[in-house]
């Protein structure tokens, strides 16, 4: 067998753009960039890496094989036809899951259960089993996902979402999902060494998640991946995946950030998760009203997720904030500000139109990420904690 395989880093969408650039930047070339997802082919260390580095991927999935099926026949033909021994050991528990949308196979139960037969019936010749299979070694989580008469299947190396980094231990109304809140600080230009707040930071997410990247730690070392037990990847190519990332972390990065939120039981929640993180004290929470923040530095970043309003009693009390965050910001041009909300007067309440705006989804929430990019200032960085 080749080492090299097809990958496809799944994205919410929106984000696919910014997934393509993290997989370029891990020095995948030659990406094929569609809708929820970017493809790639590359050498096998990539599942490793990519499940570790990834921030804003929601998984990454095995691509075995990618065919036109418009009839149960041609589905079990062209699924018998792919080399699944390659991935699949002889004891593997594959279970598969399915969709379809849009093509003439529509019953999902039938394509998994046909894929499934598919499968088996491949397996057993390779390894020259007459009997059953055990299923009772490694998992590999089968997909067959049809759109517009097209079948793709895939396997999924990630195990759960990319998401769950592992140091959520606790999480507000409303928390941002780790990769988007990631995804929201790396459309900035924000470096390490500048002033960042999340004046509405909940359970912290967007300030853990910056700091990570600032100190370039890879979002998946405190977890476990599906594809760890995998036969045909070497452990040797695991631990040289976590050893890159050990070595990449750059622990001695100063930073400058800080959460703060209006509520006192999510402050002690941000604290929580961030030590859980193993950021210990590195970011400063804070207990404070928006209306309070008042930006000391130059060349700051706000990136934030506040109330949107959706409730009607809530609306008024939103809008003032929005309000509040406009006459402060207006006060300080040095600064960027980042904000996503599904409010659609949201400029007019804070006071300026901004100066790039980017639709995303929250969830199912339809929202828009407004930026104002602040004014530089050049003189050289301080180091001091708060803000
Ligand atoms: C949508 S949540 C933020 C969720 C956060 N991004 C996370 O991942 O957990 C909005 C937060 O704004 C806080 N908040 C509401 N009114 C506020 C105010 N006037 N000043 C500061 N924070 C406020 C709430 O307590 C809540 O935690």
Known sequence: ?????????????????????????????????????????????????????????????????????????????????LPWEAFISEDGEFPVVGKSVKSKLYSVPDCQSIVKKAIVERLKKKYGIASWLKETGAFYRVEVAIHKDEAVLTIDTSGTGLHKRGYRIGQGEAPLKETLAAALVQVTNWKPD?????????????????????????????????????????????????????????????????????????IKVAERNALEAGLGDLVTWKQMQVSDFKPKKENGYVVTNPPYGERLNEKPEVEKMYRDLGTIMRDDPSWSVYVLTSHEGFESLYGKKATKKRKLFNGFIKTDYYQYFGKKIRSTPTHNKGF
């Open 1 to 81: 067998m080749s080492n090299k395989v097809t990958l496809i880093a799944t994205a919410a969408m929106g984000l696919e753009s910014i997934v393509a650039n993290e997989v370029k930047a891990l020095g995948y070339e030659d990406l094929q960039v569609e809708n929820g997802r970017v493809i790639f082919t590359a050498d096998v260390s990539a599942i490793p890496r990519t499940n570790l580095w990834l921030r804003t991927a929601d998984r990454v999935k095995l691509l075995v094989g990618r065919f036109k099926a418009t009839s149960f026949d041609q589905l079990f033909e062209e699924t018998k036809a």
């Open 194 to 266: 500048e002033p960042f707040v999340d004046p509405f930071c909940g359970s912290g997410t967007i300030a853990i998640e910056a700091a990570l990247i600032g100190q370039n730690i890879a979002p998946g070392f405190n977890r476990e991946f599906a594809s760890e037990n995998w036969g045909f990847i070497p452990q040797k190519v695991w631990d040289e995946a976590f050893r890159e990332a050990e070595e990449h972390a750059n622990y001695d990065q100063p930073l400058d950030i800080t959460g703060s939120d209006l509520d006192p039981e999510m």
